[in-house]
């Protein structure tokens, strides 16, 4: 039976070199081990000396500490209320970032008909990119109206005063995209 540390080296191998499209005979002449250990230590039956682990790590381009960790899970899945929402009036507005992203805001707004939502100017250079999913929206922005039918885009200026109105008879869906503009300091190093 191997031992769980074995067993952990080789499930973690065997996927590494799986997601680049490798096998095991490629993977081992770019290691500079034999086909044969590379197998063993797959399988979980091997115990490779520290120079072999060098080359293992090295040849799957991870640190050592990668080949014996837990594997990450490659997503996760956040549930609809484990999400920002705010409402303003009627509208509501639902975050679809769950995490912050520096300088980028991604915004589901739900607009019941006849129902509008005054946006807040960003700072100085933002762009912002909205799309009308379902219904109609009108977009306000700079003194200009916008008609927005579903899967047209307008960007504009975000920092500028603006607004959203439902002038249709069913409910409006769009998104909103802000691409902050980074300060001067950002980029600096």
Not at 95 to 121: A, D, F, I, N, S
Not at 127 to 138: A, N, Q, V
Request: charged share 25%; glycine share 10%; hydrophobic share 35%.
């Amino acid at each position: 039976m191997p031992i769980p540390l074995a067993a952990e080296l080789g499930r973690n191998m065997r996927t590494l070199r799986e997601a680049r499209a490798l096998t095991q005979a490629r993977i081992a002449t770019i290691a500079g081990v034999p086909r044969a250990t590379w197998a063993n230590l797959e399988s979980g039956e091997g115990n490779p000396t520290l120079a072999v682990l060098q080359r293992v790590a090295i040849s799957l381009q991870v640190s050592m500490e990668e080949l014996f960790s837990s594997p990450r899970p490659s997503g996760r899945h956040y549930r609809r209320d484990q999400l920002a929402v705010r409402t303003r009036g009627a509208v509501t507005v639902r975050k679809l970032l769950p995490e912050r992203l520096p300088g980028l805001e991604l915004e589901r707004l739900q607009l019941p008909r006849g129902e509008r939502l005054t946006g807040v100017p960003h700072t100085h250079g933002t762009r912002e990119y909205l799309t009308c999913e379902r219904g109609l929206i009108e977009l306000w922005a700079g003194g200009e109206k916008y008609r927005l039918d579903p899967g047209d885009v307008v960007v504009f200026a975000g920092d500028q005063k603006h607004s959203y109105l439902n002038p249709g008879d069913v409910e409006a869906v769009g998104y909103s995209v802000v691409v902050l503009n980074p300060p001067p300091s950002w980029g600096a190093g």
